[in-house]
């Protein structure tokens, strides 16, 4: 997901010095666990939807189909928030099951025991008026006349499918899915996976079947219901969908132009295909976020889409089209465990912006991006009154998630680890990463075993500073220059405050760079304590220093103080 709004896309000049980043506070051993604990295992979701548009309520038909993974399974517990529940029968034998619901849970008790891995498929009738996960927006009416037709669209992430069909609700569960969603006979439904078969039925709708075959988290299930123009293009072999408003048909090649070469760089990264069978792009009103990763049918604000008509937002709608298709390998083929690790889907996409960036316009556009991502932390950070550390251990399954922490932090930290273990090393942990949790879901301890058989390091300080701690360094450096010994004395402070969750001193492999008559030179820092000493021979007075001349530490503030000279 991308939740910025087109405002934030304006780009910042601002340049930002950039330090290293060194963390004295020991990684903590154990940690909350937020994961879910599961006694099945949901195989496949069959949802029939229909609408009553005048009260905004929908009718619902759903078969849930789960394998138990403990023992004497007589009990199906499922999220259903507000769900008016008319019938629950067990298939295939069509045999009514009592149920209760209580703290937006529905209960069915199952007549009888069953053994992990036996399939068990419920069915329920049901209607709803949904107060989050399906959206009704009304049409805009200009002049008296409809300037952009009424839509119907779904958002899950973090929560909400509970709040249109009983589900296991929460990131750790993938399963496969169908949809029939009945709408007016001149509208189109754009779901997840393919289009099976459009039905036109007697009573003027038409009925939209798609199905999804791979397995995926319950977040990502999707419909969008409006009047759309579809514009068609492949890359490769997967087709391509990029749904607009009538007459809007000419924003396809400004907003989405690039989407095929962000393809194409994606997959030279990662070395992994387009793991799914199609990609479809909608616009829709309204929409609270930049955009939604729902899987092979992403939504994106109008708005966002909109502004690339203006030049000033060029580059900040191609960097939502880039993030959203990112997910594609880093949210939907590999999904976090649970929300405090949600920098893994934000954080890796937010990077891959950039990194799309380098391949396309260079190595300094790339670094432009990285450097914004990183102010715009620091920023907030400086202000921010919940602030936490990547692995959010404040996690709650709403929007404060979607925050610059995980996306803006998340890109520039992952950045770093790219820079501390070195191109190659990083590109094939990420390939490794990729392959071996392909389909399931993923905790940061994940990333490091990867990151670490890749390099051969061991990256537990990078983690515990940059992923389980929060904040960022603040360092102060004073230099003195001693004619007499030649030599350039730097005394290097970090200053950020002790807060009990930002390290007294990070530690940050870097370099500075000292300028002097005879030209510039490279010299090495090892920063690991509070305040750290370093002595160069010189060949002349430094008329200019510079920490981390190559930005392999944007996420830093450095004060560097007027040079003193002594001769002693």
Known sequence: MNFLKSSLFVALFIVLSIACFAFTVQAQTVRPNFNRAQTYDVQHYILRIKFDRSAKKVFGDATVQVKPLTGNFTRLELDAADLAFEKVISEPDNKELKFTTENEKVYVELGK??????LISVRFAYTATPKKGIYYVDADIEDGKIARDAQIWTQGEPEEARHWFPSFDFPSDKATTEQFITVAKDETVIGNGELIKKTENADNTATFHYKMPVPHSTYLVSFIVGKFTKISENYKSVPLGFYVYPGKETIVAKAYGRTKDMFRVFEELTKIDYPFNKYDQTMVADFNFGGMENITATTMADTEILAANFPEFKNGVEDLVSHELAHSWFGNLVTTKNWAELWLNEGFATFMEAAYREKMYGRADYLRKIRSDALQFIIDDSVNKNRHGLF?????????????TTYQKGGAVVHTLRETIGDEAFWKALNIYLNRHKFGNVET????????????????????????GA?????????????????????????????????EAFILPMEIAIKTGGGVRNEKLDIKTRESKFSFKVNGKPSEIKLDPNEKIPIKTVRIQTLTTENK
């Open 392 to 404: 959010n251990q404040k996690a709650r399954p709403d929007d404060s998630i979607f925050d610059i």
């Open 471 to 503: 904040g960022s360094p603040k360092l102060d450096v004073r230099q003195v220059y001693n004619s007499k010994k030649h030599t350039l004395e730097l005394t290097v402070s970090q200053v950020q405050p002790i807060d009990g969750i930002t390290p």
């Open 113 to 118: 025991a069953f053994a992990p891995g036996e």
């Open 445 to 468: 301890p994940d990333l490091q075993k990867a990151m670490e058989e890749a390099s051969g390091q061991k990256l537990d300080w990078f983690f515990a500073q940059w992923v389980y």
